[in-house]
């Protein structure tokens, strides 16, 4: 009996992990104690949909799964875990998380995602942990964070974030430490940080502020460590640091020249204050905190004379550990400042060495006692931070309705963004001859007047952005020759406005997104007005038409002409741009595209995005003249059920052709051979026949039966539209008609096919503020 239920015991154990077997894949380990599944460098690039509906930790890292698409992880509900590190995902579509309730940590490092949709994450309502590190991410949409409630962790650093707009991280209710470290950063909106009350710890490092985000600051209450290290700031003005919970602020490794003693007196609990390997030579004692026990001034050229007695004494007094060392005078020199008595810190005469390092500007007058205090900073207009040594002013959002003046002749970086003048008259900065740099974004500025900028003659950025312009006078940029940087996007211009840049010869980048253009035309444009151009960003207008000639530039090498209301590729429009890299065109309503339509750009041409523009058609010759240099096409999101032959593509690097109907039939055999011969992956789905709807191209049997001579020539050819006797009436403005849908073999109809030009869309990507 008991030798019987012993074989009924062992069958009934085999049967169970044979029944746990045929549930793992094949290519992954799976344990069934620990509930866990590894699928790890097995190049999938789909998840496993054998998968244990029960399991709870998942690892699918080194894959090549690209795309996340909704309900991707459908069949898992219990999971906790989940890493998708190094998978090549480009994108993770909206609801592809939906179901994963349960996770509470979830790995998306070191991939290839640029934007982070609204709804990306949508159904995580238990996730913990968020790595999204070692990306692309240059684009954060609102909304994208809102249904993380629970997170504590989010890491972003190590992307290409160059702004944080207002409200980015709305809905991180529970957030503990966001870091944003290893970006570009050069600007944070007031609002960037709003709502993020339980957020104790934020890292900044290593990213292109120039100057201190008080705005932004202020909103984080229950901060208490900060890393700002590895930003290029010179100055800290005072009330600078203002976070009442603050213990832990790391500025070092930037290029801090001088700081107010009151920099830091509205963080009353710092504890630990870093300023090491800055440009600091001497420190007055500073106002505020009351509980600092560490201030390090390591890698400093602190030069220890009668200047710095103060903060040593201070720092006896208060209990204050000072690391570092002197960098002179020569019989101190390596000294540690804890080991330098008061009186040793001393100037004995005028001659002193220090006396050249702090009165570089009064050399010659000889008059100064030589224990008098470092010498004052210059006048600086009435609530404003200036410092000569630094030549950086700053008077962000403090209220001003006119623009102040008396700033120092030497100011080469003015921040005035965020105050309300609503209007610059002429001559409205004078004795700003060295400034470099001009912050006038948020400014509700709606006027410019001729002359505003006159004297700047060594302005090289100047940031317009997200003001009130509707317009600009023809002489607004006079007297401003080396300009080389306009930002006027998120304004309300009607107009390219060509006349207002034809006194800007050094021009090479301007930005225009987010305006209200709808027409380019060829008069006033790139090549008689701005000849050097060589970035245009065009990215949200409502341009309908772009004329011949208005794009002409022997320079231009990136156009962004995305979200727009094209209705056709803008052939004609950039048949003499001969050195074009970059087109986006992406978000346009071109349905077809017709044969050479980049033919003129065929030997320069390297980047192309079409994506999600409603495109039915394109003709076999679409792409003709693009092989050598073309190294990335992008057409996600389409209509087209066939594709021109890609074989000739010999140097793409990158293609998408995901979220498109393809027809698997005989006629996109060549597109399948030439998927097996290339060495990236490519996903392509089909969409019709029925029963092939949602199933890889390269998975289906359906081509085995065609004909082995099947090649591009024998594909349904779709005919381009004949020529109309009357052109004029394609190009009628704001003409919308829809091409009407032909089958294949059928020859284009023209009625309604106005001739349009669509315009490549662009990503806004800011440039980094760097003062040169």
């Not at 244990?52 to 909704?70: A, H, S």
């Not at 602190?302 to 200047?307: F, M, Q």
């Not at 931070?385 to 002749?409: L, N, S, Y």
């Not at 609503?422 to 709606?446: D, M, R, T």
Request: aromatic share 6%.
């Amino acid at each position: 009996m008991h030798f019987f239920f012993a074989v009924v015991l062992l069958v009934s154990s085999a049967l169970t992990l044979l029944v746990e077997s045929g549930k793992c894949p094949r290519v992954c380990s799976c344990d069934s104690n620990k509930l866990t599944v590894a699928c790890v460098g097995k190049n999938l690039t789909e998840v496993p949909p054998t998968i244990d509906e029960i399991t709870v930790k998942l690892d699918l890292r080194n894959n090549n799964l690209q795309v996340l698409p909704r309900g991707a992880f459908v069949l898992t509900p219990y999971l906790t875990h989940l890493n998708l590190q190094r998978c090549n995902i480009i994108k993770v579509k909206e609801g592809a998380f939906r179901m994963l309730g349960r996770v509470v940590s979830l790995n998306l490092a070191y991939n290839k995602i640029d934007i982070l949709y609204q709804e990306s994450f949508d159904g995580l309502s238990s996730l913990k942990e968020l790595f999204l590190d070692h990306n692309r991410v240059e684009e954060i949409q609102p909304g994208a964070f809102t249904q993380l409630g629970s997170l504590n962790l989010l890491a972003l650093t190590h992307n290409q974030l160059v702004y944080i707009p207002n409200m980015a991280f709305q809905g991180l209710q529970n957030i503990k430490w966001l870091r944003l470290s290893h970006n570009s950063l050069n600007n944070l909106a007031p609002e960037a940080f709003t709502s993020l009350f339980t957020l104790n710890r934020l890292s900044l490092d290593h990213n292109e502020l120039q100057f201190f985000p008080t705005q932004a600051m202020t909103r984080l209450r229950d901060v208490t460590r900060l890393d700002m290290g590895y930003n290029p700031m010179i100055y800290l003005g005072e009330e600078a640091i203002s976070m009442a919970k603050l213990t832990h602020l790391y500025l070092d490794h930037m290029s801090l020249q001088d700081l107010s003693d009151q920099a830091v007196s509205r963080a009353p609990l710092l504890s630990h204050l870093d300023l090491s390997h800055n440009q600091l030579r001497y420190l007055e004692p500073l106002s505020g905190p009351k509980e600092l026990t560490r201030l390090n001034l390591t890698g400093n050229p602190i030069y220890c004379n009668c200047y710095m007695r103060p903060l040593r004494e201070w720092a006896r007094v208060g209990g204050v550990k000072l690391l570092g060392a002197c960098a002179g005078p020569p019989h101190l020199s390596d000294e540690p400042l804890l080991a330098v008595a008061p009186l040793d810190l001393r100037c004995r005469n005028r001659g002193d060495t220090l006396k050249d390092e702090f009165e570089e500007d009064d050399e010659s007058a000889g008059s100064t006692p030589p224990t008098a205090k470092p010498k004052q900073k210059v006048k600086c207009p009435v609530n404003c931070d200036c410092d000569i040594e630094a030549q950086h002013a700053t008077c962000e959002g403090r209220g001003h309705t006119k623009v102040p003046r008396g700033f120092p002749t030497k100011t080469q970086l003015l921040d005035l963004r965020s105050n309300h003048f609503h209007y610059l008259p002429a001559n409205s900065f004078p004795g700003s001859g060295q400034v470099v740099s001009l912050h006038l974004e948020f400014c509700k500025i709606h006027e410019i007047e001729g002359g505003a900028f006159r004297g700047m003659k060594k302005l090289f950025y100047l940031y317009l952005s997200d003001n009130d312009l509707t317009s600009l006078d023809p002489e607004a940029f006079a007297g401003v020759p080396e300009l080389t940087y306009l930002h006027l996007e998120g304004n309300r211009l009607a107009q390219f406005p060509g006349s207002a840049l034809a006194l800007l010869p050094s021009l090479l980048v301007l930005h225009l997104e987010r305006n209200t253009i709808s027409k380019l035309e060829p008069t006033g444009l790139l090549s008689s007005v701005t000849p050097k151009l060589m970035e245009l960003y065009l990215t949200n207008n409502t341009i309908t038409d772009i004329a011949k000639g208005a794009l002409d530039s022997a320079f231009l090498g990136t156009l962004h002409l995305d979200s727009n209301q094209l209705t056709e590729v803008p052939t004609h429009a950039l048949s003499a741009a001969p050195n074009l890299e970059e087109l986006k065109l992406s978000q346009n309503s071109v349905r077809w595209v017709g044969p050479n339509a980049f033919q003129s750009l065929s030997q320069s041409l390297k980047r192309l995005n079409m994506n999600h523009m409603g495109m039915e058609k394109m003709s076999r010759d679409a792409l003709a003249g693009l092989g050598p240099g073309l190294k990335a096409l992008t057409v996600r999101g389409n209509q087209l059920e066939e594709l021109p032959d890609l074989s000739p593509l010999t140097s793409l690097e990158v293609v998408d052709l995901q979220d498109n109907p393809l027809l698997c039939d005989c006629p996109l055999l060549p597109l399948r051979r030439w998927m097996e011969n290339v060495s990236f992956e490519v996903t392509a789905t089909c969409g019709h026949p029925p029963e092939l709807r949602g199933q890889k191209v390269r998975d289906v049997h359906v081509f085995k039966a065609c004909p082995e001579s099947s090649s591009p020539s024998d594909k349904k050819v779709v005919v381009a539209p004949p020529k109309v006797k009357n052109p004029k009436l394609l190009k009628v403005p704001g003409l919308k008609a829809k091409p009407t849908k032909i089958k294949a073999n059928q020859p284009k109809p023209t009625k309604n096919r106005p001739q349009r030009k669509p315009v490549t869309p662009a990503v806004t990507k800011k440039k980094k503020t760097v003062l040169k």
